[in-house]
């Protein structure tokens, strides 16, 4: 059986590290990214099953980058879980850029795995 695809998109170095790594520990194959430059080269090339995008990127909007995902035709079928430690920003995210699920940082990394396996089996 292949080993399903997660993109993950974070500018904060240890979430990334420690999401990855409990996301391979799964048996996911995992890219990870600390910004969105070149996330739409990322996704050609690694084919992603899965993003998990933080809403907010150093360098970038993830809402933004969300939104285009959505919008495009080759990748809309893409689930998306946006991540924050912006409280009370679920709703404003559900919104304006329409990810699958929505998740607050600090998280309960069994709530990430279920939501991952979730979506995935969606």
């Known amino acids: 059986m292949k080993k399903r695809k997660i993109l993950i ?3 904060d170095l240890d979430i ?8 391979e520990s799964e048996g996911y194959q995992v890219q990870l990214m600390s910004n969105g430059q070149q996330i739409f080269e990322n996704i050609n090339k690694f084919n ?16 933004e980058i969300c939104r285009n ?5 080759e990748t809309l079928h893409i689930p998306i879980i946006m991540i924050s430690a912006t ?13 699958d699920d929505f998740i607050e940082k600090p998280f309960d990394i069994v709530n990430l795995i279920q939501k991952v396996e ?3 089996t969606a």
């Open 69 to 73: 995902i959505k919008n495009t035709e």
């Open 87 to 99: 409280h009370n920003m679920a709703e404003s995210v559900k919104k304006s850029c329409r990810p």
């Open 9 to 11: 998109v974070d500018d």
């Open 48 to 63: 992603p099953d899965l993003i998990i995008l933080d809403v907010m990127l150093g360098d970038m909007d993830g809402r």
């Open 16 to 23: 990334l590290e420690v999401v990855g790594l409990i996301l």
């Open 118 to 120: 979730l979506k995935l």
